[in-house]
C-alpha cells in the first residue's frame, strides 16, 4: 500500500510555470505506476500524465503536451509534474495517483491510490 501527499501548487500567471511534487510513503514505491490527474470544478477529473513504475514510458493529454512533464525519483520516493506555459484552463485541483501494475494508464478507475490534491489557478 502507498501513501500520497501532494505539494506545490498555487496561484500563477498565464505563461508562467508551477512543479507539483507527490511524496509517497510505502517501501514499494518503486513497483507503482503513477498518473496525474486534475479537476476542475463542475467537471470530471481527467488525465494529465502517467508513467510506467521505473520511469522509461510517459504517457500525456494532449491538452498538456509540450507543455507539461512527468517525473519521478524512486530513490526520494516522489513524483513531479512541471508545468510551463500554464493557461487559465488548466485551473484545477491536481491530484496525484498509484497503481500497483508495470504501466501507467489514462483512466482513472485504474488507480487505486490517490493523494489530497493540489489546487493550481491560473490567472489570465
Known amino acids: 500500500q502507498v501513501q500520497l501527499v501532494e505539494s506545490g501548487g498555487g496561484l500563477v500567471q498565464a505563461g508562467g510555470s508551477l512543479r507539483l511534487s507527490c511524496a509517497a510513503s510505502?517501501?514499494?514505491?518503486?513497483?507503482?505506476?503513477m498518473g496525474w490527474f486534475r479537476q476542475a470544478p463542475g467537471k470530471e477529473r481527467d488525465f494529465v500524465a502517467a508513467?510506467?513504475?521505473?520511469?522509461?514510458?510517459?504517457y500525456y493529454a494532449d491538452s498538456v503536451k509540450g507543455r507539461f512533464t512527468i517525473s519521478r525519483d524512486n530513490a526520494k520516493n516522489t513524483l513531479y509534474l512541471q508545468m510551463n506555459s500554464l493557461k487559465p484552463e488548466d485551473t484545477a485541483v491536481y491530484y496525484c495517483?498509484?497503481?500497483?501494475?508495470?504501466?501507467?494508464?489514462?483512466?482513472?478507475?485504474?488507480?487505486?491510490?490517490w493523494g489530497q490534491g493540489t489546487q493550481v489557478t491560473v490567472s489570465s
Open positions: 495517483a498509484a497503481r500497483a501494475a508495470r504501466y501507467g494508464l489514462a483512466s482513472a478507475r485504474e488507480y487505486a491510490y
Open positions: 508513467m510506467n513504475w521505473s520511469g522509461g514510458n510517459t
Open positions: 510505502g517501501r514499494t514505491y518503486s513497483s507503482y505506476a
